[in-house]
């Protein structure tokens, strides 16, 4: 079955049609597109809105780039001051026409300036580019230097590296260097010197799908491709389990550095490059520890750029480019450029070292709670009983919780069922009194456990601490803890939320004892199972998905209160 994409037509000229008219549309300000009824049909050039003034009649060089689709905002993204002055747009990754090249060529170039390609280094972009500036030169007199972009270090051998974002460092140089007036010649040589001091390796963790394919499914759940290209075509490595971000970057760094015999203590620029599905989540993950592997090699990230620059269409993955530096590429890729993809000074500086505002720990901690009441063991009997029945009802929790919420519930509560054990271990004293225990957990638990529930159970123990302080019995201190609950939440009985467990157990404890206490949580819980939540997350839910199952927060007390019965018992 084709994979899902949002488009009006799934592939050939159309889509590119699409494409390119999407992106002029978009971005009016910058970008025009060619005519191609006055050259010749089925071209698809974008250009800088003002490339008759600002390029051909200023007498600049017009660098130009381009190649198959499938890898926005690359390149006609890279459109404008300081950057491309054209884009050649193939089909979805496929070379773009001779005369789709020849096009750009004869329209964005003077012949007093002439025009640089920078052609990514594929046999097909090679040859259809190749083909356009020799007929650009004998046709039409205009003077064309090509520097090809072979950054790909995943396959030492090869006779052939790919192209891959490296494009971009070389987009950037050649553009700032076009920009501020510098000959052919010299552009050509900046660029040539940007591009053989670039190398790239990334890492997919799902391999793209194409519109109008069906997914592929090459990579187990268990694999990722490590050395991949941006075409779909599969990684030189399969690496399984996957790596974690650390380990992904560091190797990714190694490769490059090695590749480029980068020694330590040298400048470079880092590209981090989101392969098009990679979240933001993990994008900053990668992005920072990408930085932690360049510093650990001992080298100078005095430049970073992250983010969808040279994607391939959906890959869920990242590539890391290094760029050795010197003063002349330093001071290129700092000139401002102004593109939809790329503005201002978008390699930015990263001398700075990350801040950590201090923070006042006392200011934040409560006052410390004395009681003058008796100690009981019971007290961290129960809490350990509690804590352990938390964490082996976790997968329980977290399935309740994907149908009816968010699935955090489970993970929320464990976390802070480890965060008390381990208090529990190291202060063992903090959980000898009633008062000073309740407090222990109130603290430990703000500190580490977060979500609704985590503030509801903060709640509800700063409640029974106070009534505890003031000589409340157990009974009434959850009685205490069960109202705050409820008077902050905004839920009650029949709201499908841990109400329904806290407000009838409550009640049992005052009139009752434990075991009773247990049994009507349990029923509470239970009971959730045929409500519609009108609080919390599930009231976002569909009342059909509810049915037949417990409210996650509701079943978590009962377990709770079952597992402190099952110890004092
Ligand atoms: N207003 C409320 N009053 C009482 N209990 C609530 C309320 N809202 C949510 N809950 C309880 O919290 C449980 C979910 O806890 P969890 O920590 O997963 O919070 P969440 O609503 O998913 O919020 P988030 O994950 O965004 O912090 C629910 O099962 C319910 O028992």
Redesign the pocket.
């Known amino acids: 079955m084709e994979c899902k994409k949002v488009v009006n037509a799934s592939s050939g000229p159309k889509l590119t049609e699409s494409i390119v008219e999407g992106l002029v549309t978009l971005y009016p300000e910058h970008l025009g597109r060619l005519d191609d009824a006055a050259f010749a049909a089925g071209v698809r050039v974008v250009v800088r809105r003002d490339y008759e003034v600002a390029v051909k009649q200023a007498g600049k060089v017009a660098v130009i780039s381009g190649g198959g689709s499938g890898h926005e905002p690359a390149h006609a993204g890279f459109v404008g001051k300081g950057l491309l002055t054209a884009a050649v747009c193939g089909d979805v990754f496929a070379s773009p026409t001779v005369k789709a090249v020849l096009c750009a060529i004869v329209a964005a170039s003077s012949k007093k300036a002439g025009c640089l390609l920078i052609v990514k280094n594929y046999t097909g972009d090679r040859l259809n580019f190749g083909i356009a500036a020799e007929t650009a030169r004998s046709r039409f007199g205009i003077e064309v230097e090509t520097v090809y972009v072979r950054d790909d270090v995943a396959l030492p051998d090869s006779k052939q590296p790919r192209g891959l974002a490296g494009c971009v460092v070389a987009h950037k140089v050649a553009g700032a260097a076009a920009d501020r007036g510098m000959s052919l010649e010299e552009v050509a040589r900046v660029a040539r010197e940007a591009a053989a001091r670039t190398a790239t390796m990334g890492v997919a963790y799902e391999v793209c799908s194409l519109p109008g394919r069906a997914k592929a499914t090459r990579l187990g759940v268990d694999e990722v491709e490590l050395g991949l290209g941006i075409h779909g075509e599969p990684g030189a490595h399969v690496v399984s389990p996957p790596p974690t971000a650390s380990a992904a970057a560091a190797s990714l760094v190694e490769a490059c550095a090695a590749k480029l015999e980068i020694p330590a203590g040298a400048r470079v620029a880092l590209v981090v490059n989101n392969l098009g599905a990679t979240s933001g989540l993990e994008m900053a993950v990668f992005g920072g520890v990408a930085v932690e592997a360049c510093r650990a090699r001992g080298l100078a990230v005095a430049r970073c750029l992250d983010g969808a620059l040279v994607t391939s269409i959906d890959m869920q993955g990242v590539s890391v480019s290094l760029t050795r530096l010197d003063d002349e590429l330093m001071e290129l890729i700092d000139r401002p450029c102004d593109s939809p993809a790329l503005k201002g000074a978008p390699f930015r500086p990263l001398d700075a070292l990350p801040v950590t505002i201090p923070a006042d720990p006392l200011a934040l901690r409560n006052a410390d709670v004395r009681s003058s009441a008796p100690e009981d063991p019971r007290i961290a009997k129960a809490v350990l009983a509690a804590c352990d029945a938390v964490s082996r009802a976790e997968p329980d929790l977290t399935r309740a919780?994907e149908t009816v919420?968010?699935g955090?519930?489970g993970t929320?509560l464990k976390q802070g069922a480890d965060a008390v054990k381990a208090d529990l271990e190291n202060r063992p004293d903090a959980y000898k009194k009633p008062a000073e225990a309740v407090a222990a957990l109130a603290d430990v638990l703000g500190d580490n456990m977060?979500?609704?529930?985590?503030a509801?159970y903060v709640l509800g123990l700063r409640a029974a601490e106070n009534a505890l302080q003031r000589g409340a019995t157990w009974g009434a201190a959850f009685q205490a803890a069960a109202r705050a609950?409820e008077q902050y939440?905004?839920?009650g009985i029949g709201s499908r939320?841990?109400?329904d467990a806290t407000i009838p157990a409550a009640r049992a404890l005052l009139s009752s004892d434990l075991n009773r206490a247990a049994l009507e949580a349990r029923r509470g819980a239970d009971g959730t199972k045929d409500l519609v939540a009108t609080?919390?997350?599930?009231a976002y839910v569909a009342a059909a998905r509810q049915h037949g199952v417990p409210?996650?927060?509701?079943l978590a007390v009962a377990i709770i209160f079952e597992a402190i019965a099952d110890a004092l018992h």
Not at 450 to 454: A, D
Not at 551 to 554: I, L, N, S
Request: glycine share 30%.
């Open positions: 919780d919420g968010d955090d519930c929320t977060g979500g609704s529930s985590g509801l609950i939440g905004g839920a939320t841990m109400c609080h919390g997350r599930s409210d996650p927060g509701a």
